[in-house]
């Protein structure tokens, strides 16, 4: 069983930056592809960015440009570097890999 832990989560002004964190309670992030996703409130979890074993990234065109994923292996954490967040970024924030699943953290953008 691994146990993925969100945190960064917060209240912050359009245009401005959180970084999102995702630790792992063992190493899973390096032998299996992971990822970004996002629910708003009365709106389907959506994709956001994802990381193969290899580095490589993909991003939901609504964020491109904005988002980066990365992982750092020796600390078992993903991260979500959000820069000039908008209000429509508004949502909890999850992250997966394999079939476990984090428990969310709130991103709240004020206009």
């Known amino acids: 069983q691994v146990q993925l832990v969100e945190s960064g989560g917060g209240l912050v002004q359009a245009g401005g930056s959180l970084r999102l964190s995702c630790a792992a309670s063992?190493?899973?992030?390096?032998?299996?592809?992971a990822g970004w996703f996002r629910q708003a409130p009365g709106k389907q979890r959506e994709l956001v960015a994802t990381i193969s074993t290899g580095g490589s990234t993909n991003y939901a065109d609504s964020v491109k440009g904005r988002f980066t994923i990365s992982r750092d292996n020796t600390r078992n954490t993903l991260y979500l570097q959000m820069n000039s967040l908008r209000p429509e970024d508004t949502a909890v924030y999850y992250c997966?890999?394999?079939?476990?699943w984090g428990q969310g953290t709130q991103v709240t953008v004020s206009s």
């Open positions: 063992r190493s899973i992030f390096s032998i299996n592809a």
């Open positions: 997966a890999c394999s079939t476990y």
